[in-house]
Each structure stands twice: as C-alpha cells, then as structure tokens.
C-alpha cells in the first residue's frame, strides 16, 4: 500500500492514552483517576464480521478485523472495538465492583440436534464480578451472562465457592474453582460434566486448567498407574548449581528468620503463635498425600454427565491422556491452536515441557504423550502467568510475574530448530531420509550462496571444474527420475521442486550437478 497506516500496537497505545489518561510525569495528578487493574485482548466471534455484519461499519476503510480490547478497572470493566485506524467504541461497560475474570463466549456450533435458546442474545460476555446479581452470595461466586446485543444480563450461574477463571469453547463454559471444574453446555448453559480431584497451585492461577477446541487438561491429585499413559516428563530434573545454591541461601534465610521468631518470643515481645499457625505446614503436607504434577486431559465430547473420576475403580471414559508432566504443583498450561501440543509450567518456573498427544481410541492407558522440549528460562524462581503458541506452533511465549516474556522456538513434531524450520514463511516438514542422504539441503545452500555472490547456477554444454555433464538423465529433460540406476524418485515436496529438475551424474572423481 502507498500510504502507511497506523499499526495495531500504535492504535491501541495511542488509545489507551487518551481514555484511560495515567500520570506519565511526576506532576501532580489535578483530579483522581481510574486504575487500570488488568488488560487483554480477546478473540471472539464479535471479530467476524461474517458472523456479525453490523460490525462492519466500524472499519469500513479496511479489510482487518477490529481488535477487541477488554480493561478491568477497580470497580468494573469496559469492551472496546477498536479500528486499526485507532478508532475505538466502547461495546459494554460494566460497574458493580472488580471483575476477577471476564470472557467473550463465542457461538456453539449450529447442530439440528440442539436449539440455541441465546440466539437472539448472542455474542454473549462472562464476568466473575465481585458482587453477584444475588448480593447474599460470597464474594465472586456468581458468573454473570451479559448480552452484548442488548445489555442485559441473561443467565447467572451461582457457587458457594470463590470462581477463580473462566474458560470457554464453541462447546462448554468451564468454570475454575477451588479444586474443581464446573462445565456447562453452550446451548442451554446447563451443567454438564464437574472434575473434583484437581491438585491446587499456591498461584498465581489457583486451578490451572487448559481447554482447547475438544480436549480440557487440569491438573489431577493422584497417578492412577492403570489409566496412566506412555510417555510423559521422562528422566533426571535437577537443579543445576546456581539454582541449588539460590535454593539454599532462601532456606537459610527462613531458617533464621523462624530462629528470629523463636528468640523473641522467649524474650516476650512477641506474642506466641497459636498451635494452629505454628503446626500449619506441617499438618498441610501430612494432609496432602496426593501427587504433584499429574495432567489428566478428557475428551468433552465423549465424557458422560456428573462427575468425573480417574480412580482405580473407574473405567476411564472420556480420559485422553493421564501423565507425570512435573515434579512440583503445575502452575500454567496451555494446548497449542490445534489442541495437539500441550506446554505445562511448575511452580518453580525453572522449565517448561512441551508435550505431544497421541491417543488410542480405546483407553488412555495405550496413549502416547512425547515430551518434545524442556524449554529452560533461567535460575531463579519465577511465577508464569500466562503462555500462549503462535498461531502456527512454531513459536511459544511465557510470561512471568517478574515482568518479562521468554519466546522459545519449537517444532511441531519435535526436533532442533534451525533456519529451515524457522525461517521460511510457511511450516516446512520434517527433513525426510531422503533430504539428509542425497544432501539437498547443502545443494539450496550452496545455489543460495551463488546467486547471493551473482555467479551462475546452471551451465549448459560443459561440466564444472572441466568435468563432462549429461543433461536430463539420458533426453528426460522433465524427469524426476535420478539418473543412477537403483536409486528412487525425489520427492514432489522437494524444497527444490520450484527451481527445476535436479539432475546428477557422478564419476569416479566427482559429482557435477546442474539446475535445469
């Protein structure tokens, strides 16, 4: 295009600067202002404008889609549609008090089978608010269903536990609690399945869950040896010396401050801990005979209504996979966009394993999960906050609570990343047998390189360095054929197959080869 737009990250910035003003110098603020407690961009079906024509009027000027931008503020949240030109409207606001979690439900799938009774409703917007439509209720036990169509609140769905995240497909709406999942159909909102044995996290996510488009991963209490599948975090997780010597140093420091405590207590300026606090972590461990680091993944599709169990009693229907992933409490996991790769994070933040789902139709127990990667960020204990994969699984960010945001490169079935895999704009293959034995990867590098330094790639009526060339293979000017007997034909996914016909003739001395 001849005229430069503003980018994504320039509209918003300049956006979020002139709605949400915040004190860049260190003047004096004049009148209060709000406090931006968190901020996420959402994709939802309030993006398709397919979906949803009466959104095309807000960015008409262009082909992108709007950004759907969300802002929590201490006292409640705001959706802005904004523009890649930086115009921005506000779809829905929203003031009873801090929202802890807020979703744009996207549209189930359209069966014959079901009715959508939210049709004319719809897009729909979930918000954990501090203060439910029911003010008798605990703090954020309520999940309230907004109407972006039309404000109203449609649906609200109540516990008498704290709701810690919300999660959403075209097919459940997963509801994390303490130590639970509650899901609900998408059609009629009515509960569908729960999950009662997840393993707590001491945070920052309480009931670390992953659901992708079928498959919902959390966080299991227990290795259930007879639905465990094959595979998993595999082999010798120590700490390297640095870390051992940072986790010693914290071990000292609580030791002496618990030495600290005890002296002043006998001193008598320090009134003496109640037996209840003094005996907290032990009895906790004593309490907890479970297993840290097991993911149990289920099928919600296939998984029956009511609870379910992964015991040695049960059968296992709609159990995925069941596998050791960590040594410590998971604290983070995510499925990749096709819901085939799982990364998983502890409470450490030392490493983070990349896994790959192979199941068996039958039982989880003839499943293979293979740890691909141990990706490694540094020595010192970090809290992940979030992670996410690129859209083409080549790439996969973490974020920490200590501010920073670790990219990694990966592949999608494994193996080292190099610039093949990561340099082309398309996902290439993995590098077959044939490629490494017939050395086609040195062949490109070597015709890159010439046409890099100008020189030619294809000579016609003479060999290289002098040596006698057969064009064709014989006349075949077209073929794919190599022209030594007994070897097969090269591949049509070649990464030469656009640059011509690679033909070779070998000598005793040498090998010349030609581009055609």
């Given amino acids: 295009m001849s005229y430069r737009e503003q980018s994504y990250m320039e509209s918003v910035v300049t956006f979020l600067q002139d709605v949400v003003p915040q004190a860049y110098t260190g003047a004096q603020l004049t009148e209060e202002k709000e406090k931006v407690i968190w901020v996420r961009f959402e994709k939802a079906d309030i993006n398709d404008t397919a979906r949803n024509p009466e959104f095309m009027e807000m960015h008409s000027s262009t082909t992108e889609p709007p950004l759907c931008l969300m802002i929590g ?8 549609n904004v523009s890649l030109a930086g115009e921005a409207q506000e779809l829905f606001s929203v003031r009873h008090g801090p929202v802890r979690a807020a979703r744009i439900l996207p549209a189930p799938h359209i069966s014959p089978l079901k009715t959508d009774t939210f049709s004319d409703k719809r897009p729909l917007l979930g918000v954990c608010k501090s203060t439910g439509s029911s003010g008798a209720s605990p703090p954020y036990s309520c999940a309230d269903l907004y109407s972006l169509r039309t404000g109203e609140m449609v649906k609200s769905i109540q516990f008498k536990t704290p709701i810690y995240d919300l999660h959403c497909n075209k097919h459940i709406l997963a509801i994390s609690l303490q130590e639970k999942i509650a899901a609900f159909d998408s059609y009629t909102f009515t509960k569908k399945f729960f999950v009662t044995s997840c393993f707590p996290c001491p945070g920052p996510s309480l ?3 992953a659901l992708g488009s079928r498959w919902l991963a959390y966080a299991e209490n227990k290795l259930i040896r ?5 595979g998993g975090a595999c082999g010798d997780n120590s700490q390297s010396y640095t870390a051992t010597v940072i986790n010693a140093a914290k071990t000292l420091k609580t030791g002496l401050t618990m030495v600290g405590k005890v002296v002043t207590q006998l001193a008598g300026t320090l009134p003496a801990a109640t037996p209840d606090e003094e005996g907290a972590p032990q009895s906790t461990s004593r309490r907890n005979p479970n297993n840290p680091g097991i993911v149990t993944i289920i099928d919600t599709h296939s998984v029956g209504e009511g609870q379910v169990l992964v015991s040695d009693d049960s059968d296992g229907d709609g159990v995925v996979a069941h596998f050791p992933a960590h040594d410590k409490p998971i604290s983070c996991m995510q499925f990749n966009h096709s819901g085939m790769l799982l990364v998983t994070a502890d409470t450490l933040g030392h490493d983070f394993h990349v896994f790959q789902i192979l199941t068996h139709p039958w039982t989880s127990s003839q499943s293979a999960v293979h740890h691909l ?4 960020r540094g020595e010192t204990e970090a809290k992940v906050q979030d992670m996410c994969f690129s859209q083409d699984s080549r790439w996969v960010a973490i974020s920490t609570l200590r501010g920073t945001t670790h990219v990694f490169p990966i592949n999608s079935y494994g193996g080292a990343p190099c610039a093949r895999t990561h340099m082309s704009p398309r996902v290439v293959n993995r590098m077959s047998r044939f490629q490494k034995s017939a050395g086609l990867e040195e ?11 100008g020189g030619p790639t294809a000579v016609a009526g003479g060999g290289v360095g002098g040596s006698t060339c057969i064009l064709g293979g014989g006349g075949a000017l077209g073929g794919r054929s190599s022209p030594i007997a007994g070897l097969s034909s090269s591949p049509s996914g070649s990464p030469l197959h656009a640059r011509g016909v690679i033909e070779a003739y070998c000598s005793r001395d040498r090998a010349s080869v030609f581009v055609v």
């Fill in 73 to 80: 503020y201490a006292d409640g949240m705001q959706i802005w």
């Fill in 207 to 209: 009931n670390p869950i």
């Fill in 226 to 230: 007879c639905h465990q599948s094959h």
């Fill in 373 to 376: 990667y141990t990706l490694h």
């Fill in 443 to 453: 062949i490109e590098q070597e015709l890159n390189r010439a046409a890099a330094f």
